[in-house]
């Protein structure tokens, strides 16, 4: 078992910039990928961004965003340390939310996008809030 600790959260005006980080407790775990999901109040939990790890066969450091985030939020890792990053620029009201990390053994090129399948560790989140 790992723990993923996510950091970085917190209140912002809209237009405004945050950093999330998220590390994992445990050297000895290579996730295939790592991605950030957001969950807004009453809302489904999306995926908004993921990497996959830098070595992986053809598609190391690969990358995928929400199409609500593209140009705006840069995704990043650190695979010594199993660590991701989510630079987060431009914010907007409608990007609150409680922001997860996640960690997925096994990931994948399916239909042209990169996912994570099967199980995956989860941290325990960190708020952002943005205000107008």
């Known amino acids: 078992q790992i723990q993923l600790v996510e950091s970085g959260g917190g209140s912002v005006q809209a237009g405004g910039s945050l950093q999330l980080s998220c590390a994992a407790s445990?050297?000895?775990?290579?996730?295939?990928?790592m991605a950030w999901f957001r969950q807004a109040p009453g809302k489904e939990r999306e995926k908004i961004a993921l990497i996959f790890r830098n070595d992986v066969d053809g598609d190391g450091g690969r990358t995928s965003y929400a199409d609500s985030v593209k140009g705006r939020f840069t995704i990043s890792q650190d695979s010594a340390k199993i660590a991701v990053y989510l630079q987060m620029n431009s914010l907007k009201p409608e990007d609150s939310g409680m922001y997860y990390c996640?960690?997925?053994?096994?990931?994948?090129?399916?239909?042209?996008?990169?996912?994570?399948?099967?199980?995956?560790?989860w941290g325990q989140g960190t708020q952002v809030t943005v205000s107008a």
């Open positions: 445990r050297y000895n775990f290579r996730p295939g990928c």
């Open positions: 996640a960690a997925f053994r096994i990931c994948a090129v399916v239909s042209g996008e990169p996912h994570g399948t099967g199980s995956a560790f």
